[in-house]
């Protein structure tokens, strides 16, 4: 019997060493989908495209980006979250939304930390603080001055109900002392649209999506997020400039389900870290005001538990409720 237990045992463990070897050698040997939580042409679509091209290239097997909307992310991150978890459907998303959706909707259908295997992270977008040319405002101080002098007249345009663009605008109001009406909008495309056309007037959106329209001269931008100046548009200044230590963003990262192999985990962080690390892709990003940031999984789990606390913080301390 002790003879029968150990032979069996050791078919065990060879049996796991194969799959290991298989899944170390032959991944990807199919289609992979990289979905999306929000709208087309925000700025976590805009990185998924991008990465996804390339692993196509680099794997020779195609990488379909899906985009499933809705609840500020939880439609699309619950999706992956109860996918198999074998690295064949991975989530791109903005961390924010992740970290911030627990304090946002009370029946969560999936937990940020426990229900992923973080893959890495792939950018850091900061917040465009911008206005529609007609409002009054050519930097922060000027608006802080306009708002308060006309209470409840501006209203901001967000991605998102709770989303990481909504927080942001939260917490600047929280420093300032202002208050504005906050209008969400199915996606951050949709939001820069209205602004660019005067049918908002505020609003705080990833850079990637947001500076082309910043560029064409539709959006005037009053500062961006990030602690200190970007590259590619020097001349913007930061809203800590005027607000120490304000500091808010698109993070991106990627993630698969739960329980998808180490190996596996192992294999799409070296390559996508190998992609944004070419020139290429860093001037593409950089031309948009977005800066690669790549990270080891287990970083990019610690910054979105870290991330969890942050901004529960903000909400407890906001005192604002969501439906």
Not at 105 to 112: A, C, I, K, L, V
Not at 194 to 223: C, E, F, H, W
Request: charged share 15%.
């Amino acid at each position: 019997m002790f003879k029968k237990l150990i032979c069996s045992t050791l078919v065990g463990v060879a049996l796991m060493a194969v799959t290991t070897i298989q899944a170390q050698t032959t991944f990807p040997a199919k289609a992979i989908r990289i979905i999306v939580p929000f709208a087309a042409g925000g700025t976590s679509d805009i990185l998924a495209r991008s990465l996804g091209q390339k692993l196509t290239e680099s794997w020779g097997q195609p990488v379909l980006v899906e985009n499933r909307v809705g609840a500020n992310g939880n439609v699309g991150a619950d999706h992956v979250a109860k996918s198999a978890p074998d690295g064949y459907t991975l989530l791109l998303s903005d961390v924010g939304a992740l970290a911030i959706n627990p304090s946002v909707y009370p029946n969560m259908p999936y937990d940020p930390v426990r229900d992923f295997s973080p893959v890495g992270m792939v950018a850091y977008s900061p917040h465009v603080f911008g206005v529609h040319p007609s409002v009054p405002a050519n930097n922060v101080k000027e608006l802080i001055d306009y708002a308060k002098a006309n209470p409840g007249k501006l209203n901001f345009a967000i991605s998102g109900t709770g989303g990481a663009p909504h927080l942001a605008g939260i917490s600047f109001a929280q420093r300032t002392g202002i208050n504005w009406t906050y209008i969400p909008y199915k996606g951050g495309s949709q939001a820069v649209a209205d602004v660019a056309s005067g049918q908002a007037n505020v609003i705080m959106n990833g850079m990637l999506a947001t500076y082309p329209t910043v560029k064409s001269g539709r959006i005037r931008a009053l500062a961006i997020s990030s602690a200190q100046r970007v590259g590619s548009a020097p001349e913007v200044a930061t809203i800590a400039e005027t607000l120490p230590g304000f500091e808010t963003g698109s993070y991106q990262g990627l993630l698969a389900p739960a329980g998808t192999p180490r190996d596996v985990i192992g294999k799409l962080n070296a390559e996508m870290s190998k992609i944004l690390a070419t020139q290429e892709m860093r001037e593409k990003l950089a031309v948009l005001g977005t800066e690669v940031r790549t990270a080891q999984p287990e970083a990019l789990g610690s910054f979105i538990a870290s991330e969890k606390s942050r901004w529960a913080q903000v909400i407890k301390e906001s005192g604002i409720k969501f439906d």
